[in-house]
T-cell receptor
């Protein structure tokens, strides 16, 4: 089993849609959880940290489920500019990155 | 803002050459990392360093070495470049305060082609 698994997608959604990504991790000792956004041929950039209680940043909501060992990212009211690959990164001492989920938002 | 700078955005080298990729961060971070990213395989950790002159192997260290002589600089070395080392190389850093609870910050990446 991979340490971190994500559905590669692509998820094709229209503008304004709500879309959710899940990411499962196998290391139960993971203590830190992050979502990164990566545009084509660019470096990953931190989108948000994921806290146990769940957290929201504008249109983005991140949730952590330790019992089932998954983290999720919800994007509301999708914009064209949200088109990118979203990487999850759980970690203990060092982060382990998923291969990413590709999102395509169309007009 | 954290700034992680990689020496080259694009690099073309020949098989058998010794290749140096340089990474510098300006936030006095203790921890630095080198990854490679290939389609379908995601980010794979090559080496990391948690202090000056310290280094640890990541998941795919074969064919690579690293150097950390100064805190701000972490170099990746391809001792004898091979075509299967053609890839996107990404450097990242994070401070020790909070340890694993802080996110890593990435450089722009170096697209390395080995001919």
């Amino acid at each position: 089993r991979k340490e971190v698994e994500q559905d590669p997608g692509p998820f094709n959604v229209p503008e304004g849609a709500t879309v959710a990504f899940n990411c499962t991790y196998s290391n139960s000792a993971s203590q830190s959880f992050f979502w990164y956004r990566q545009d084509c041929r660019k470096e990953p950039k931190l989108l948000m940290s994921v806290y146990s209680s769940g957290n929201e940043d504008g249109r983005f909501t991140a949730q952590l489920n330790r019992a089932s060992q998954y983290i999720s990212l919800l994007i509301r009211d999708s914009k064209l500019s949200d088109s990118a690959t979203y990487l999850c990164a759980p970690g203990f001492q060092k982060l382990v990155f998923g291969t990413g989920t590709r999102l395509l938002v169309s007009p | 803002d954290v700034k992680v700078t990689q020496s080259s955005r694009y690099l073309v080298k020949r098989t058998g050459e010794k290749v140096f990729l340089e990474c510098v961060q300006d936030m006095d971070h203790e921890n630095m990392f080198w990854y490679r990213q290939d389609p379908g395989l995601g980010l794979r950790l090559i080496y990391f360093s948690y202090d000056v002159k310290m280094k640890e192997k990541g998941d795919i260290p074969e064919g690579y070495s690293v150097s950390r002589e100064k805190k701000e600089r972490f170099s990746l070395i391809l001792e004898s470049a091979s075509t299967n080392q053609t890839s996107m190389y990404l450097c990242a850093s994070v401070g020790r305060a909070g340890g694993s609870n802080q996110p890593q910050h990435f450089g722009d990446g170096t697209r390395l082609s080995i001919l």
